[in-house]
T-cell receptor, first 115, second 111 residues
Framework: KAGVTQTPRYLIKTRGQQVTLSCSPI?????VSWYQQTPGQGLQFLFE???????NKGNFPGRFSGRQFSNSRSEMNVSTLELGDSALYLC??????????????FGPGTRLTVT | LAKTTQPISMDSYEGQEVNITCSHN???????ITWYQQFPSQGPRFIIQ???TKVTNEVASLFIPADRKSSTLSLPRVSLSDTAVYYC????????????FGKGTRLHILP
């Protein structure tokens, strides 16, 4: 079974631009979560989508948004990029939230650099 | 979602067994305990999960006492390649809970 895939793997953008990152979950997984990882803040939860609905959201400004499609693929968008948005963006999928389990599978990440 | 506490960092030597303990005093009845491993610039990797007693796989063992208020990840005969950050997570009891990662334990294996 193929793992979680993320595209693109690397991205360089300029302040003020916007960016869209894509994530394809493991086949059969209906939940997709997004995380931002920086050296200073560690791994921070952005949001989770399940069956095309946002189920949870972390403490990020409205510039960060996401969506999930009927095939469970997900995208996240960051508008009006700031230097501080430079980070590794990770996507993770799991089959069924609410089972008491934290088991999920991560993609390789997208390294975003904002200049 | 139960909060977890684990050491910030640990050092060990190649060939030794490493035990990382995680405290989770407020674990809920239907919560599982899950451990992840993360190498630099990669996503965390699920390594083991358990509910009670002992779980073992090809990578690690997980020991959970009867009261489930703590758990210990055991890595047998570590090598330099086991240098990574290890996260302990507990949850999630219901669909509205977020899977939140703490700071983890930075394990450094010395030659």
């Amino acid at each position: 079974k193929a793992g979680v895939t993320q595209t693109p793997r690397y991205l360089i953008k300029t302040r003020g631009q916007q960016v869209t990152l894509s994530c394809s979950p493991i086949s059969g997984h209906r939940s997709v979560s997004w995380y931002q990882q920086t050296p200073g803040q560690g791994l921070q939860f952005l949001f989770e989508y399940f069956s095309e609905t946002q189920r949870n959201k972390g403490n990020f400004p409205g510039r960060f948004s996401g969506r999930q499609f009927s095939n469970s693929r997900s995208e996240m968008n960051v508008s009006t990029l700031e230097l501080g948005d430079s980070a590794l963006y990770l996507c993770a999928s799991r089959s069924d939230p609410g089972t008491g389990s934290s088991e999920q599978y991560f993609g390789p990440g997208t390294r975003l650099t904002v200049t | 979602l139960a909060k977890t506490t684990q050491p910030i960092s640990m050092d060990s030597y190649e060939g030794q067994e490493v035990n990382i303990t995680c405290s989770h005093n407020n674990i809920a009845t239907n919560d599982y305990i899950t451990w992840y491993q993360q190498f630099p610039s990669q996503g965390p990797r699920f390594i083991i999960q358990g509910y009670k007693t002992k779980v073992t796989n090809e990578v690690a063992s997980l020991f959970i006492p009867a009261d489930r208020k703590s758990s210990t990840l055991s890595l047998p005969r570590v090598s330099l390649s086991d240098t990574a950050v290890y996260y302990c997570l507990v949850g999630v009891g219901n669909r509205d809970d977020k899977i939140i990662f703490g700071k983890g334990t930075r394990l450094h294996i010395l030659p």
